[in-house]
T-cell receptor, first 116, second 112 residues
Framework: GAGVSQSPSNKVTEKGKDVELRCDPISGHTALYWYRQSLGQGLEFLIYFQGNSAPDKSGLPSDRFSAERTGGSVSTLTIQRTQQEDSAVYLC??????????????FGQGTRLTVV | TQLLEQSPQFLSIQEGENLTVYCNSSSVFSSLQWYRQEPGEGPVLLVTVVTGGEVKKLKRLTFQFGDARKDSSLHITAAQPGDTGLYLCAIVPITSYGKLTFGQGTILTVHP
């Protein structure tokens, strides 16, 4: 498909385990964001990749969180030693960032993470 | 850091009522977007407003960009249960390498 794809859609993990969440953005989009959304809440910014620039990691809540974007495309968000407060929906968005294509953010459906 | 505040945070109304959601910034911004997120889905863009004083209409939704370019509003006429969702405003950065900044959102529930 042509949309943003996230996997897995649901993940249940035990407290203390590490998890990896994957985002496949729309081909050719240069900007990629990760957000966290707790139940009934707005979007909490985590990290932002723009082209080949250094990522903006200012939203990562702790050093247990990290993210990579390989080859300017696929991104992986890793949470180490998961805690119950990490339970949330993790959303990925990609943006064209090319002139006339505008700045619309295209979101995936998210990964629902539950830490038990 | 540019702050973006949305109000109200929660809104629960009956079908047929009108409502307005507000988005305010601490400083001037170049353009603003409104998104809607339905349960179980990611947010989807509704509109982008660019010019101060601009008004855009999308069926029963009316979007306004303040003259001073520091605020925006979303007005829904005759709300329907299908309008239920999270409404988010976002500041579009001036430069192509700036960060898209979202407000905290307004959760709207429209009861039949």
């Amino acid at each position: 498909g042509a949309g943003v794809s996230q996997s897995p859609s649901n993940k249940v993990t035990e407290k203390g385990k590490d998890v990896e969440l994957r985002c496949d953005p729309i081909s050719g989009h240069t900007a990629l964001y990760w957000y966290r959304q707790s139940l009934g809440q707005g979007l909490e910014f985590l990290i932002y990749f723009q082209g080949n620039s250094a990522p903006d990691k200012s939203g990562l809540p702790s050093d247990r969180f990290s993210a990579e974007r390989t080859g300017g495309s696929v991104s992986t968000l890793t949470i180490q030693r998961t805690q119950q407060e990490d339970s949330a929906v993790y959303l990925c968005a990609s943006i064209p960032r090319t002139g006339t294509e505008g700045t619309e953010a295209f979101f995936g459906q998210g990964t629902r993470l539950t830490v038990v | 850091t540019q702050l973006l505040e949305q109000s109200p945070q929660f809104l629960s109304i009956q079908e047929g009522e009108n409502l307005t959601v507000y988005c305010n910034s601490s400083s001037v911004f170049s353009s603003l977007q409104w998104y809607r997120q339905e349960p179980g889905e990611g947010p989807v863009l509704l509109v982008t407003v660019v010019t101060g004083g601009e008004v855009k209409k999308l069926k029963r939704l009316t979007f306004q960009f303040g003259d001073a370019r520091k605020d925006s509003s979303l007005h829904i006429t005759a709300a329907q249960p299908g309008d239920t969702g999270l409404y988010l405003c976002a500041i579009v950065p001036i430069t192509s390498y700036g960060k898209l900044t979202f407000g905290q959102g307004t959760i709207l529930t429209v009861h039949p």
